[in-house]
């Protein structure tokens, strides 16, 4: 699909935030198995569109902004670090295929939305509210640090299989002269049994 997120992580940092040494990779990555359909209903469903993200393990509960891809192929960011954003075009999530949310890790001017996404552990919940008033909750299973030009494009962006979730935001080290982090981390959640 070649979608990249080079935008995520702001030029101009005066400190690097701490980070766990050598690349994040905890937990096990959802195995897909089984036919394509919405959580637990045996069949496709059409789910509304996200408009609010909870993440109790790191007390986050925001609303959600659209997020298309730009002309250059990448997916595009949210334009304040304080936001965070769906990619509008793709699965959403309940639906068949993996559902992405995208935040900034931090800005200029201190932590983004996404500062606390990297302490998810596996077991972790996120709830997405629905604007027909359901939601649907997601049980975190993997957290994987990547290079950004090393993305595995068709793991995150999965457009068909199982429904799935994917929060992605910057990582690594922040590279001064690109004005951007090196890497990406991902984490990787599967809808929660009975929910």
């Given amino acids: 699909m070649g ?4 935008g995520i992580g702001i030029a101009g940092l005066v400190a690097e935030p701490e ?3 050598g690349p994040v990779d905890i937990g096990t990555l959802p195995v897909h198995t ?4 919405a959580a637990g209903s045996g069949k496709h469903v059409n789910a509304a569109p996200p408009i609010r993200i909870r993440i109790p393990a790191i ?4 609303p959600l902004t659209g997020l298309r891809v730009q002309q250059d192929g990448r997916l595009g960011v949210p334009r304040d670090p304080a936001e ?7 699965p959403r999530p309940g639906d068949p295929g993996a559902a992405v949310v ?5 800005s200029a001017t201190g932590p983004g939305a996404f500062h606390g996404l990297s302490t998810l552990r596996p077991g972790d919940e996120v709830t997405l509210d629905r604007d027909d008033r359901s939601s649907v909750t997601f049980t975190v299973q993997a957290l994987r640090q990547y290079g950004k030009d090393a993305l595995p494009d068709s793991q995150v962006y999965a457009t068909t299989g199982p429904p799935a979730l994917r929060l992605i935001t910057c990582s690594g080290t ?3 002269a690109r004005g951007e982090y090196r890497d990406n ?3 990787y959640a599967a809808p929660t049994p009975g929910t």
């Fill in 102 to 106: 995208v935040g900034h890790v931090d």
């Fill in 84 to 90: 965070i954003g769906w990619w509008s075009d793709g």
């Fill in 59 to 62: 007390g986050l509960d925001q």
């Fill in 34 to 37: 089984g036919p394509a359909e």
């Fill in 3 to 6: 979608i990249a997120l080079t």
């Fill in 174 to 176: 922040y590279d001064r």
């Fill in 185 to 187: 981390l991902v984490v």
């Fill in 19 to 21: 980070r766990t040494p």
